[in-house]
């Protein structure tokens, strides 16, 4: 699979915190601006010249923690853990755009983002030599800031004690 690799910092989401995701050449690619002092908790992706891409809020008062993420106003997907198994799973619907599922070791930063079977990203923390940062690797072709926001969502509910 050819990919394009992206890092992310591990302890990097707690709400309010702005971080940066790097490109494989450890240049600022994307920019995540959290959001303090709001009911739920909000993200903004940002390309690097501050152009917001997409924003991914949580759903408050759901049996299972629910993230939306919008592209221009409109839901581009809805992301959901899994109420069962024993494995750490999550759904990620994209309306006609069929379904996404992520997988794996969520808390350890080791898990895939699958569509129909096929790998689309991997998360993986022994990629990276830098203490506490996780590599993204993103199949070319992929929606990339997509594919990142999935990661943001994922990384706020597995750690939301952060």
Request: charged share 25%.
């Amino acid at each position: 699979m050819a990919t394009e690799m992206f890092q992310m910092r591990q302890r990097m989401l707690s709400v309010g915190d702005d971080y940066w995701i790097d490109n494989g050449l450890g240049q600022h690619a994307y920019r995540v601006d959290g959001k303090v002092l709001r009911l739920r908790r909000t993200f903004v992706l940002e390309d690097a010249a501050g152009t917001e891409l997409l924003k991914i809020h949580s759903k408050v008062l759901r049996v299972r923690e629910t993230f939306v993420i919008e592209r221009g106003g409109e839901t581009v997907a809805t992301l959901h853990k899994a109420l069962v198994g024993f494995r750490d799973r999550y759904a990620i619907d994209l309306g006609d755009a069929g379904e996404l599922h992520a997988q794996g070791n969520i808390v350890d930063h080791e898990y895939t983002v699958t569509r129909g079977g096929d790998v689309v990203a991997q998360v993986n923390k022994h990629w990276m030599k830098v203490r506490d940062t996780y590599g993204v690797a993103i199949a070319q072709g992929e929606d990339v800031p997509l594919l990142l926001a999935v990661v943001v969502c994922v990384d706020a509910i597995s750690h939301e004690h952060r």
